[in-house]
């Protein structure tokens, strides 16, 4: 990883952003280039940033567009940006609707300050960093789907793909992240760069028609229930 990663924070709650400001820009990992109030502050304030963002750390609940309803927008600006949000809130249907917006990551705000530095440079690595109670409850969301067919825990990710092809770096990597492997993992696995690991994983979600790693995961387990 090269350091240090260009950081927005998106935050309402003047004492949580003054917070996360003070401790995130403190780290030598971080080089914090914009900090908002709001997803429409956010995207005024972003053509006066000394560089692009490529980690942001952005709240849901707030004033105007929520921070769910703000990624697409901010996605559009920042297409090579990685988003995490953080709440409050813990439960599947708001976790699922972040992942399907395009967040990479979803983090409670109890979420101790040493961790979720840890959980940014994870996400700035390609991970989709979760908090354990999120975690648990998109478990339990899954595990209470009902299912049609039983699970065929046989069939790999990457052999449960639509009719149009991908090309065999597509396919290997989309089981490196079907192992649970971070695109930086992906990029040392077969000697390309994470930008290359980025261009291929973009072809994979164009082909399948999905906008995230959660969504792909998702296509699969679809796909295993028929």
Same mark, same amino acid.
Do not use: W
């Given at each position: 990883?090269?350091?240090?990663?260009?950081?927005?924070?998106?935050?309402?709650?003047?004492?949580?952003?003054?917070?996360?400001?003070?401790?995130?820009?403190?780290?030598?990992?971080?080089?914090?280039?914009?900090?908002?109030?709001?997803?429409?502050?956010?995207?005024?304030?972003?053509?006066?940033?000394?560089?692009?963002?490529?980690? +942001?750390?952005?709240? +849901?609940?707030?004033?105007?567009?929520?921070?769910?309803?703000?990624?697409?927008?901010?996605?559009?600006?920042?297409?090579?940006?990685?988003?995490?949000?953080?709440?409050?809130?813990?439960?599947?249907?708001?976790?699922?609707?972040?992942?399907?917006?395009?967040?990479?990551?979803?983090?409670?705000?109890?979420?101790?300050?040493?961790?979720?530095?840890?959980?940014?440079?994870?996400?700035?690595?390609?991970?989709?960093?979760?908090?354990?109670?999120?975690?648990?409850?998109?478990?339990?969301?899954?595990?209470?789907?009902?299912?049609?067919?039983?699970?065929?825990?046989?069939?790999?990710?990457?052999?449960?793909?639509?009719?149009?092809?991908?090309?065999?770096?597509?396919?290997? +990597?989309?089981?490196?992240?079907?192992?649970?492997?971070?695109?930086?993992?992906?990029?040392?696995?077969?000697?390309?760069?994470?930008?290359?690991?980025?261009?291929? +994983?973009?072809?994979?979600?164009?082909?399948?028609?999905?906008?995230?790693?959660?969504?792909?995961?998702?296509?699969?387990?679809?796909?295993?229930?028929?």
């Amino acid at each position: 990883m090269q350091f240090p990663f260009a950081l927005a924070i998106i935050e309402d709650q003047a004492t949580i952003r003054e917070t996360l400001h003070e401790y995130l820009c403190a780290q030598p990992e971080f080089r914090c280039v914009l900090v908002a109030g709001s997803i429409e502050a956010f995207l005024e304030l972003l053509p006066t940033a000394a560089v692009p963002p490529q980690l +942001i750390l952005s709240d +849901i609940g707030l004033p105007g567009l929520t921070g769910t309803q703000g990624l697409p927008f901010i996605l559009t600006r920042l297409p090579q940006a990685q988003v995490l949000m953080l709440s409050v809130y813990a439960d599947a249907g708001r976790v699922f609707e972040a992942l399907r917006a395009g967040a990479v990551g979803y983090l409670l705000k109890n979420t101790p300050l040493a961790q979720l530095k840890e959980h940014l440079l994870h996400a700035a690595a390609g991970g989709s960093p979760m908090s354990p109670g999120v975690a648990h409850y998109v478990v339990q969301a899954f595990a209470q789907m009902p299912a049609t067919a039983p699970l065929n825990s046989g069939i790999a990710l990457a052999d449960l793909l639509p009719a149009e092809p991908l090309t065999n770096r597509e396919r290997e +990597i989309v089981r490196g992240i079907e192992g649970g492997l971070s695109y930086k993992l992906i990029a040392d696995r077969y000697c390309i760069s994470i930008e290359t690991v980025r261009n291929h +994983i973009r072809a994979v979600y164009r082909k399948l028609q999905v906008n995230s790693k959660a969504e792909l995961m998702a296509h699969a387990l679809k796909r295993q229930r028929r």
